[in-house]
């Protein structure tokens, strides 16, 4: 099975500016950015979207929720981000290896989209 592009991030055999990384995830500046913070939290283990994680990834779901305001804390936005998680194509899902984006540093609109 081919690693998505994620998926060679996390193993350092592409380049990424990483800001955050421990055993289970992996967080990195975004190449597109949509706002002045704007970073992808990356499980290690390759999910292809939320929908299609298992009993088994709760743990590991948790995690990365937990670890988001770590990550934008750390970047000075501890009490003012946004976290969007896109699940399939339809809806903006470009890249299928689960990710939260963690967004910060503008103002941001309610809806979103």
């Known amino acids: 099975m081919t690693k998505t592009l994620f ?9 990424a500016d990483i800001v955050y990384e421990d055993e289970l995830c992996v967080a990195f500046k975004d190449i597109h950015p949509q706002a002045p913070f704007h970073v992808q939290l990356v499980p290690r ?12 990834d709760q743990s590991l779901l948790g995690h990365l929720l937990l670890t988001a305001p770590k990550v934008a804390a750390a970047a000075g936005f501890g009490d003012a ?10 809806v903006g899902q470009s890249v299928f290896h689960l990710h939260i984006h ?4 503008r103002p941001f609109k309610w809806p979103p989209g």
């Open 7 to 15: 998926e060679k991030i996390c193993d350092r055999e592409i380049p």
């Open 45 to 56: 283990k390759p999910i292809t979207m939320l929908a299609n994680a298992e009993p088994g």
């Open 81 to 90: 981000f946004r976290l969007a998680v896109n699940n399939g194509a339809a």
């Open 102 to 105: 963690i967004l910060a540093g």
